[in-house]
């Protein structure tokens, strides 16, 4: 398992991959690999492997708690210290102030964008599609975290040659940021653009005074033997993007 460098003493950031040594086999080619999700079609008991595999090898990191989400596309953002929801929070932003707590995001071409602060006191991760990150995903948590985040990591996402959108897409976030024009190239028909989510995330995070944002030089759906895409392939798995405090 690979983490970030250049983060606060004791935060710990990575995103899963494809390729797992422990991976289980699947009877369903399309979900070969590390899949993570549940809401794939995969056997509920070798994904649930698979996440135990995780929180054990968190477990060496001091980790006791991993919490994952119900993922809508939303603006919704939550904050868990001490509570153990009983049902599955619905959402697509976590943010915690509790050490030995991960927070988990999944994707398959959307952007994972996770956050923190200087002090390494509060940490949030979120999961931003073209939806959410129009919406307000990005503002959404930062107005949910207790102190303003100083760093954010940009993981895995579909690049711009390979994300083909229409003028609505291109329009929802023009509109509210006239600046973000630069963020997308014409397409070869009339009325489709080539969008580029790691630039528009680094626009807002600045914009919202975030000042080191890492990471963004990767595409899913190109990295074919490291990450799921879920343009690539609809039927796939997913990876899932972490963080926690030591």
């Avoid at 009877?27 to 008991?45: I, M, R, S, T, W």
């Avoid at 868990?80 to 943010?95: F, K, R, T």
């Amino acid at each position: 398992m690979q983490f970030v460098q250049g983060l606060p003493q004791g935060v710990f950031v990575g995103q899963t991959q494809i390729q797992h040594p422990q991976a289980l086999p699947s009877a369903q080619a399309e979900l070969a690999g590390f899949n993570l999700a549940l809401h794939v079609n995969d056997d509920p008991k070798r994904v649930q492997k698979h996440r135990m595999m995780l929180l054990d090898e968190f477990s060496k990191y001091g980790v006791s708690k991993i919490t994952w989400m119900t993922q809508t596309h939303s603006t919704i953002c939550h904050t868990i210290n001490e509570q153990m929801p009983l049902e599955a929070l619905v959402g697509d932003g976590l943010v915690t102030q509790k050490k030995a707590h991960a927070l988990m995001m999944m994707t398959a071409d959307c952007l994972p964008v996770v956050l923190g602060n200087a002090q390494g006191t509060e940490i949030a991760n979120l999961h931003a599609g073209w939806r959410g990150l129009a919406g307000g995903i990005i503002e959404n948590t930062i107005a949910e975290m207790q102190t303003q985040p100083s760093w954010a990591w940009l993981g895995a996402a579909i690049s711009q040659p390979c994300f083909e959108i229409g003028a609505e897409v291109k329009a929802a976030f023009c509109d509210k940021y006239p600046e973000l024009v630069d963020a997308f190239k014409d397409g070869e028909k009339q009325g489709k653009y080539y969008a580029d989510l790691y630039a528009i995330a680094r626009f807002i995070l600045k914009l919202n005074g975030v000042e080191h944002v890492f990471g963004g030089e990767q595409c899913s759906y190109l990295q074919d033997q490291d990450f799921y895409s879920y343009r690539r392939s609809a039927k796939t798995g997913r990876m899932a993007t972490f963080v926690f405090m030591q």
